[in-house]
C-alpha cells in the first residue's frame, strides 16, 4: 500500500528511472487503509488510480522522438506551423522564435541566458524561408539573412498548447498536491539516506512538494542536523531569529514558541513580508509530559470553506490583516507586514496560507463595516482547522526531524511539563521554496538525465 500511495504523489518528479530498493524502504505509508485524503481535483491522471503503481514500476516511459513531417511560414498569421509525424500540428510565432535563437550570437549556451537585446529585435518579423534539415531539426532564414535552427523536441516541449504550457509548468513546479485529512500517515524516510542517496533525496523533496511533509527518523541526537540537512540543498534561511534556534522553555520568551504552553495551529513568520517556505524541526530531548504536535493541510481545509462559506472565503483572500513581530535575538527588530490570511493566484487557486494568531496585530487597517464579517470569517476557517477529522496528531521523539511546507500546512503544539533531564530542546531552521525546488530539479537531472 505505501508503495503505490507514494508513487501516486512523487511519480510526475520520478521520470525515466526507478527508485533505488532503498529509497523505496525509505519513504513509508502516506496514508491508512480507507483514508479520506485525496489528490487535489486537478491532479495528474497518470497518478489518480490507487495500487496500480509502486515506485519499481511507476517511472514513465522514455519521451518518443519527436519527428517533424514539414514546417510552413503562415506569412499573414506570422506563425511557423510545424507538422509531427506521429500526428498533429504545433504553431510558434515568429517573434518568439526570433527572440529565442539558440546560436552562439544569441545565447550563452554556457548559462542558457539569452544574448540578444530586446532592442535588437524586430517584434514584426518575418520569415524569408523554413525547412526541415536531414537532422530533423528547423531550420529558419530570417529577413536579415540571419539562421536558427530549432531541436525538434526543444519545440514540442514548448508548443503553445494549453495542455503542453500545463505540462511544462507542472514538469518546472510540481503544482498538483495530495490533499489529506487526519488519516494521513506521514511520508517517512531514512535521514543517512537522504544524505547520502540521490533518488531518496529526490523522493523526499518530491514527496514534500505533493503531501506538504515528511519525516526523516535517524538523525544524530545533538544540534547542527537541521544545517547539516539544509546544506545538501542549498542554504539555511536567515531570520531575527537566526540561522537556526532552539525551540525551548525560556525566561522572559521573545516568542511564545518558547513556552511550554499550547500553541495554536499557525503558519510561521507571516510578520515577514516574504515568510520562509519550508521549516525543519529536529527533536533533541521530548518533555516529560505532553508536547505533542499537530499539522493540518491548510490548502484543503480553505478548500472546504471555500465549499462550506463562500462568503468567508472572500473576506479571508480579500481583506489584507496586519501582523507585527517585535523583540531582540540574532539582532534587534521590529516587523510589520499586511497579508490575506488566504492568499490565490491569478487563477483562484489557494497559493499561500498566512496566519499566527500570536503575531496578528491588534492595529486592524479595515473600515469599520468590514471588522465583524472578517472576525466572522477567520473563525469559520479556524473552526475547519480544528475539526479532530482534520488534524494530524503525531509526537516526535529524540533523532526525528520533520520538514514541512510553512506555506501551505499549519502548525502546533500540545503544552507540556519538563522534568530533571527531560527539558523538550527541538532546533529549527527555515529554508525557501526556491531553493528546494531548484535542488529537486538539479536531483531530478541528476538522477534520471536532463528532462
Request: with cysteine; aromatic share 10%.
Amino acid at each position: 500500500m505505501w508503495m503505490s500511495t507514494f508513487s501516486r504523489l512523487a511519480l510526475p518528479a520520478l521520470r525515466r528511472s526507478t527508485t533505488s530498493a532503498t529509497a523505496c524502504q525509505a519513504l513509508k505509508a502516506c496514508l491508512r487503509p480507507g483514508s479520506a485524503a485525496r489528490p487535489s481535483p486537478s491532479s495528474l491522471t497518470s497518478v489518480q488510480h490507487r495500487g496500480q503503481h509502486t515506485l519499481d514500476s511507476a517511472s514513465l516511459p522514455l519521451a518518443n522522438q519527436h519527428a517533424v513531417r514539414q514546417v510552413r511560414a503562415l506569412d499573414e498569421e506570422r506563425l511557423l506551423e510545424v507538422e509531427w509525424e506521429d500526428g498533429g500540428s504545433s504553431m510558434y510565432p515568429f517573434i518568439w522564435l526570433r527572440d529565442n535563437c539558440q546560436c552562439p550570437l544569441c545565447t550563452l549556451e554556457s548559462a542558457q541566458a539569452r544574448k540578444l537585446l530586446m532592442t535588437d529585435l524586430d517584434i514584426h518579423t518575418g520569415v524569408d524561408a523554413v525547412e526541415v534539415t536531414n537532422d530533423n531539426k528547423v531550420s529558419v532564414v530570417w529577413p536579415d539573412q540571419h539562421t536558427s535552427v530549432f531541436d525538434a523536441e526543444w519545440l514540442k516541449k514548448r508548443c503553445f498548447s494549453p495542455a503542453s504550457r500545463q505540462a511544462m509548468q507542472e514538469e518546472f513546479f510540481l503544482n498538483e498536491r495530495y490533499y489529506w485529512d487526519s488519516t494521513l500517515r506521514i511520508p517517512t524516510a531514512d535521514y543517512q539516506e537522504v544524505l547520502h542517496d540521490d533518488k531518496a533525496a529526490l523522493a523526499w523533496l518530491s514527496a514534500l512538494r505533493r503531501v506538504g511533509m515528511v519525516y526523516l527518523k535517524g538523525a544524530p541526537v545533538e544540534r547542527g542536523q537541521v544545517a547539516r540537512l539544509a546544506e545538501r540543498i542549498g542554504y539555511l534561511r536567515l531570520t531575527f531569529y537566526g540561522h537556526t534556534w532552539q525551540v525551548q522553555d525560556k525566561y522572559m520568551a521573545n516568542n511564545v514558541a518558547y513556552t511550554s504552553g499550547r500553541l495554536s495551529l499557525h503558519t510561521d513568520y507571516p510578520a515577514l513580508h516574504f515568510a520562509p517556505g519550508v521549516q525543519f524541526l529536529h527533536c533533541i530531548n521530548q518533555a516529560m509530559e505532553g508536547g505533542e504536535s499537530e499539522v493540518v493541510d491548510g490548502f484543503h481545509m480553505a478548500g472546504l470553506l471555500q465549499r462550506e462559506d463562500p462568503e468567508a472565503f472572500r473576506t479571508l483572500s480579500s481583506l489584507q490583516v496586519d501582523f507585527t513581530d517585535t523583540g531582540t535575538d540574532y539582532c534587534d527588530f521590529s516587523l510589520q507586514s499586511k497579508k490575506c490570511i488566504i492568499d490565490v493566484d491569478a487563477e483562484g487557486r489557494v497559493a499561500r496560507i498566512n496566519y499566527n494568531n500570536a503575531t496578528r496585530d491588534s492595529v486592524l487597517d479595515l473600515p469599520l463595516h468590514q471588522v465583524q464579517p472578517f472576525y466572522r470569517a477567520l473563525r469559520a476557517y479556524v473552526d475547519i482547522l480544528n475539526r479532530p477529522e482534520n488534524v494530524v496528531t503525531y509526537r516526535m521523539e529524540p533523532g526525528d526531524i520533520v520538514t514541512f511546507d510553512n506555506w501551505r500546512l499549519l502548525h502546533g503544539r500540545r503544552s507540556y511539563i519538563s522534568g530533571p533531564g527531560k527539558l523538550r530542546l527541538l532546533e529549527g531552521a527555515y529554508l525557501d521554496w526556491d531553493e528546494i525546488m531548484s535542488r529537486l530539479r538539479v536531483l531530478r537531472n541528476s538522477v534520471h538525465g536532463h528532462l
